[in-house]
């Protein structure tokens, strides 16, 4: 069968509402598994939420971590990190809902089990730490019962902090009191507000539009972040090696608005790439490119058409 694949339940009926995580593109495999037990994981700090195992589920196949442990079993679950990006403020999981500046500036992050024993963690430690690992499978099955549903793994971690049977996590934080607003009859009244106007004409590369701090950066700036390498496929070149700053972390310094629906990429000589978010938001490796070429950045994006892997690019505009 040619083409890209997505899953999607109908109904008979016009009222069928799908969570999210259900709805995944790009579908590749199917693979049936073994009935698990249901479980909740409670993520609670700023705000408290509830993770059910299938949600959980989704959210390691969005975003998988792996860690090999010294005997060679290989762990399958999620970073901490994301998981205190439930709690840490008033957005759950929409856009990237993680604070990092929350988390520079330091609370205590407390992973319990159901009998009660626990570990407690620093936030910049645990901030976007890869090797800090909730993991649901080891060696691809689920978790044996004394550590069902979840365990903490990782590189870097004590024993005794390698907390099973994984029942909340918790955060140090202040509770923030979710005040419901009145649906507005025209949803255009409830748009954010473009931020000011920021003069950022001499910066290598800017986000602007519908974040709440419009940022220049320069390449010292960029590699003073976390710099990963990956490999990705370009739809035209194929396979390749890449350098540079994930998206969702530049994305989460200057802070995306609500409003915001569709990315503008800009390139040097005028071009210009028009990307719906949520397609960004759905390629987890996508980054900000380093290139031969000092303070010359080109956009990386696995998983989307070769016009939304701009080069030279200059700028990243929130609509």
Known sequence: MDGKLRLVIISDDDNQVTDGHWSIKWVSKIELRPMIADWILAVNGAIDTEIDRATFESCVSCHPAVWTDPEGQEWLGVELWRLMGYADDAIKHEGWSYDVKLAKAGYNVRVAAADGYDAIFW??????????????????????????????????????????????????????????EPVAEEPAATEAA????????????????????????????????????????????????????????????????????????????GFKAEVPLADIKGAADALLGFTNTPEKFKMVMPGLSSSAWVKDVINIEFK
Request: hydrophobic share 45%.
């Open 123 to 180: 936030s910049d430690d645990a901030d976007r730490n890869h090797d800090w690992i909730v993991a649901m499978f080891v060696d691809d099955v689920p978790l044996e019962d004394k550590n069902f549903p979840l365990k903490l793994v990782g590189e870097g971690l004590e024993k005794k902090q390698m907390i099973g049977g994984i029942a909340l996590v918790e955060l140090d934080l202040p509770p923030i009191e979710i005040v419901e």
């Open 194 to 269: 473009p931020a000011p106007a920021v003069d950022l004409s001499d910066s290598p590369f800017s986000i602007t539009g519908l974040v709440d701090t419009p940022t220049g950066f320069t390449e010292e700036d960029l590699r003073k972040l976390e710099v990963v390498k990956i490999t990705a496929e370009h739809p035209k070149s194929g396979s390749a090696e890449y350098e540079g700053v994930r998206l969702s972390e530049l994305f989460a310094l200057v802070g995306v608005q609500a409003g915001a629906k569709t990315v503008v990429i800009t390139a040097a000589d």
